[in-house]
């Protein structure tokens, strides 16, 4: 699929998400990857074959705000 060269990660690898952009709509929250990865703003990602990466967000036990 990656015209590239160096070649981009497949989306198997574990760096999948360092392959060039193809689309960015970050008003939609979501970009395309040259090896078929649908990234989303969350960090959740849809590969092609349809398997679904669940979100990985921070999970820093810092200060918490609360509204008054």
């Known amino acids: 699929m ?4 160096p070649p981009c990660p497949t ?3 574990a760096d999948r998400e ?3 952009l193809v689309a960015h709509h970050p008003e939609q ?3 395309l990857l040259c090896n078929g990865v649908l990234l989303f703003e969350d960090t959740g990602e849809l ?3 349809g ?3 669940a979100p ?4 820093a036990t810092g200060q ?3 509204a008054a």
């Not at 990656?2 to 060269?5: D, G, S």
């Not at 990985?56 to 999970?59: A, D, V």
Request: charged share 25%.
């Open 18 to 20: 360092s392959a060039r």
């Open 29 to 31: 929250g979501w970009s």
């Open 11 to 13: 989306a198997e690898s």
């Open 47 to 49: 590969l092609p074959d």
């Open 64 to 66: 918490v705000m609360t």
């Open 51 to 53: 398997r679904v990466i």
């Open 56 to 59: 990985r967000r921070p999970t």
């Open 2 to 5: 990656c015209q590239h060269k």
